[in-house]
């Protein structure tokens, strides 16, 4: 069987690199924004002055039904809610903000009609790190890493200050990077990253050429895991969102991006016996495979759970109404992956068995009914150092976009999760599971739904102590695969 699945259903890193220029093929050889508003949203990296896309309008005491609903229907709004009594939210289309806004106050019935402006709280925010990022990068590290600070990323300064007491950047967590090795040490020809210095790395084993050396060929298991635990406030490079947990590399897909399902499994269980906590796959099969041809990473992925381990997944790349496995599994935290305008990417799977959304980078997909994509959008990429000319050489490269970028935030996230003890000492996968997705950011639509799950990653909100976490029954919650 693993032959039959290495010939035919071979796995390979989550088309990470969609504009980038790495040879990238799926099992079947397949490769894998909002407008101004008034006044126009706040630039990346600051929080946005006014929701995007909304419009507050009020009725006279007079005005019946019919004519509140012909004023939404004479400026070709959605109404999105009641505030109170005579009052209504509208959703626009982007960048008709101001002008339905005009429209409005001259219907019928129309008390008023205004933008939804955003309060924030009066305290100054955490501070960022002293991580210079790229020099001369417009908005400086704040907007370089809009994934971390920006209004749609995942909130990582308040992450830090949740953690900062018991556990800095989720210290004593180890988690194990399943992916093309990463560049950890120094051997032979290859380097260490520079910003993996301060990092922990633990128990490293390389299942593809059998050694307990897995330095990477490929650049991507690198990358991922500096989303995860790239050094943090060392005057270096950027930040990584759970920087004081202690990294597992275990490499699983050769220097192509190859991997056959028999090495994952026994990925996975290498992790697992070895003190993971959290294990992250930013890898995918074809979307044509199913659960009973891959029977040895759905019995390594029950073994996980039963040892307490939270599996987290991205759901592929091939822009399709479906989650590839593993992510598919009910036991796995499937990822899809967001752009820096909070609408789901245009490479991104979603669908049945989604579970949340995080992160990714690229271009706003064409979702008509989310007033934050803008179809042509060019979004932001994920900066991370790997290497970049040569295993000797390190950047912060550009065009890293894909789920394989979006699962690391939520792999770390659980990390600091559970270094937080919000959820006490040893909590479950379920638990953790229900956590992150009852403090998610609902996007676009309401949650759940086939396009973000239940919404954005928000490690500022998993890991607060004064955000309670409500009963989930996952089994009922999530689709059934």
Not at 40 to 56: H, L
Not at 312 to 338: F, K
Not at 374 to 400: A, N
Request: proline share 9%; with cysteine; glycine share 12%.
């Amino acid at each position: 069987m693993a032959g039959s699945l290495r010939r035919f259903h071979p796995t390979h890193i989550a088309a990470s690199m969609l504009r980038h220029h790495l040879p990238l093929l799926t099992a079947a050889l397949a490769t894998a924004c909002v407008a101004l508003a008034v006044p126009p949203r706040a630039r990346a990296g600051s929080a946005p002055t006014y929701a995007p896309g909304e419009v507050v309008v009020g009725y006279d005491a007079g005005a019946t039904p019919q004519t509140q609903d012909a004023a939404v229907q004479a400026v070709g709004a959605r109404v999105g809610g009641a505030p109170a009594p005579r009052t209504r939210l509208l959703h626009v289309a982007p960048g008709r903000v101001r002008a339905t806004i005009a429209r409005l106050r001259a219907q019928p019935g129309v008390a008023f009609a205004a933008p939804n402006p955003i309060a924030h709280a009066s305290a100054a925010p955490p501070p960022l790190p002293n991580d210079p990022g790229i020099p001369g990068f417009a908005g400086g590290l704040a907007a370089l890493q809009w994934n971390f600070f920006g209004p749609f990323g995942v909130d990582a300064p308040t992450a830090w200050a949740n953690v900062a007491a018991r556990a800095p950047g989720g210290r004593g967590v180890r988690i194990a990077v399943l992916d093309t090795g990463v560049a950890y040490r120094n051997l032979g020809r290859f380097r260490r990253s520079p910003d993996f210095a301060g990092t922990t790395f633990v128990a490293p084993w390389d299942f593809v050429d059998h050694t307990p050396y897995p330095v990477d060929r490929n650049r991507h298991g690198t990358h991922v895991a500096g989303t995860i635990a790239e050094a943090t406030n060392n005057g270096r490079a950027v930040a990584g969102l759970a920087w004081g947990a202690s990294i597992m590399p275990v490499r699983v897909l050769d220097r192509n991006g190859y991997g056959d399902a028999a090495t994952i499994a026994k990925g996975i269980r290498y992790a697992v016996r070895h003190g993971a906590r959290v294990i992250n796959m930013s890898l995918e099969f074809a979307s044509n495979v199913r659960a009973a041809q891959i029977p040895d990473i759905i019995g390594a992925l029950r073994y996980a759970h039963r040892r307490n381990v939270v599996v987290v997944g991205s759901t592929g790349n091939e822009g399709e109404a479906r989650v590839a496995y593993p992510a598919r599994n009910d036991l796995v935290i499937s990822v899809g992956a967001t752009t820096d305008d909070g609408c789901l990417a245009g490479f991104s799977n979603d669908g049945f068995g989604l579970d949340l959304v995080a992160p990714g980078g690229g271009d706003d997909a064409n979702l008509t009914r989310d007033p934050d994509c803008q179809p042509g959008h060019h979004g932001r990429d994920i900066y991370q150092m790997t290497f970049t000319s040569s295993v000797q050489s390190f950047g912060l490269p550009p065009l890293w976009d894909g789920t394989s970028m979006a699962a690391p935030h939520v792999a770390a996230t659980a990390a600091l999760v559970i270094a937080s003890g919000v959820l006490g000492s040893a909590p479950t996968p379920d638990q953790i599971e229900c956590r992150l997705k009852a403090t998610a950011k609902p996007l676009g639509l309401p949650a759940p739904n086939r396009i973000y799950g239940y919404g954005l990653v928000d490690a500022g909100a998993a890991t607060s102590p004064t955000i309670a976490t409500p009963q989930c029954l996952n089994t009922a919650a999530r689709a059934r695969r």
